[in-house]
Nanobody, 130 residues
Framework: RLGLVESGGGSVLAGGSLRLSCTTS???????????MAWFRQAPGKELEGVATIGHDLHTSVADVVKGRFTISQDSAKDEMYLQMNDLKPEDTATYYC?????????????????????WGQGTQVVVSS
């Protein structure tokens, strides 16, 4: 297991920003830049949805619903992957999960298929109030 750990969630007012971080425990020997990774979210009473993906080749994809507001990136020196969320809206309220695979995820297929990612973090909650 990769031991993914998310951080950075919290409560903000609409229009605010948050940056989520994800890192590995290091026990597996894998670092962030060796993995294809993604952020998913699940709002209360709704299904899990893909938010953004980043490959080990740094190719990124972002779901249309957050495009222009959310950015996915990674810092290999810090061994961290990020989701920068700007102009947050109440409908962004959800638990956000970091996910990863040692394999290769083509294009934006990861946004539509959670099963491409076998390793998941415990989630971090984001609450956006109006």
């Amino acid at each position: 297991r990769l031991g993914l750990v998310e951080s950075g969630g919290g409560s903000v007012l609409a229009g605010g920003s948050l940056r989520l971080s994800c890192t590995t425990s290091g026990e597996s020997g894998y670092t962030i830049d060796m993995l294809d990774m993604a952020w998913f979210r699940q709002a209360p009473g709704k299904e899990l949805e893909g938010v953004a993906t980043i490959g080990h080749d740094l190719h990124t994809s972002v779901a249309d619903v957050v495009k222009g507001r959310f950015t996915i990136s990674q810092d290999s020196a810090k061994d961290e992957m990020y989701l920068q969320m700007n102009d947050l809206k109440p409908e962004d309220t959800a638990t956000y999960y970091c996910a990863a695979t040692r394999g290769k995820v083509r294009g934006d297929s990861g946004l539509r298929n959670r099963y491409l990612y076998p390793d998941w973090g415990q989630g971090t909650q984001v609450v956006v109030s109006s």
